[in-house]
C-alpha cells in the first residue's frame, strides 16, 4: 500500500575540524608599487596635435570649398554672358542672311542684278541663250569703296605649307 506521508531524514550537520596551524598558509607580505612607465606629456602632446592637424586641414578644404564655389559662380556667370553673346550673333546672322540684306549689301559693292540669264550644258558645253553685258552703273565697281565693317579679306591659299609641325614626336 502507498503511503501519502513523506519521510523525512534528520539533516546532516558537517563537523567543523580544528584548524591547522598558521604555517600551512602563506603569509602576506607588502609589495612595492610598479614604477609608472613616464608623464601622461606625451601622450597629451600628441591627442593635441591630432586635434590640431585635423582642425587645420578642416579649415583648409573648407577655404578650398569656398574658393571652388566662387569660382563656379564666376565660370556660370560667364558662361551665360557668353551664350547670350552667340545667340546675339546667330541672330545678326539669320538678319545679315535675309535676301534684301544680301540685296542690299550687294548693291553697295556695285553688283547689278543680271536681266537675261544664260545656262551651260554640262554635257556638250554649249551656252543656251543670249547674254548682254551688264549694264554700267555711276560708279565703277573696281573702284568702290567697300564699308570695313562688311569686307571679307581674301583667301590666303598656299601651294605647300611654309612650316611643317609633324605629329610631336620628331627628335625624340
Known amino acids: 500500500m502507498a503511503s501519502t506521508s513523506a ?4 539533516a546532516i550537520r558537517p563537523v567543523r575540524g580544528t584548524r591547522r596551524s598558521a604555517a600551512a598558509r602563506p603569509g602576506l607580505t607588502v609589495v612595492a608599487s610598479p614604477k609608472t612607465a613616464g608623464s601622461s606629456m606625451p601622450f597629451t602632446m600628441l591627442c593635441t596635435l591630432i586635434v590640431v592637424a585635423t582642425l587645420a586641414a578642416l579649415l583648409y578644404l573648407n577655404i578650398q ?9 564666376r565660370l556660370q556667370g560667364q558662361s551665360q554672358r557668353l551664350t547670350e ?14 535676301p534684301q540684306e544680301l540685296a542690299r549689301q550687294a548693291r553697295e559693292i556695285g553688283m547689278v542684278p543680271v536681266a537675261d540669264p544664260a545656262y551651260i550644258d554640262l554635257d556638250t558645253g554649249e551656252i543656251i541663250g543670249e547674254t548682254s553685258p551688264a549694264a554700267q552703273t555711276e560708279v565703277n565697281p573696281e573702284l568702290t569703296e567697300v564699308p570695313e565693317k562688311v569686307a571679307v579679306p581674301p583667301a590666303q591659299i598656299y601651294d605647300e605649307p611654309t612650316a611643317y609641325h609633324g605629329m610631336g614626336n620628331e627628335g625624340a
Not at 553673346?85 to 535675309?98: H, I, K, P
Open 7 to 10: 519521510v523525512h531524514a534528520p
Open 65 to 73: 570649398m569656398s574658393d571652388t564655389s566662387y569660382e563656379i559662380t
Open 85 to 98: 553673346e552667340s545667340q546675339a550673333l546667330a541672330e545678326t546672322n539669320e538678319r545679315l542672311g535675309t
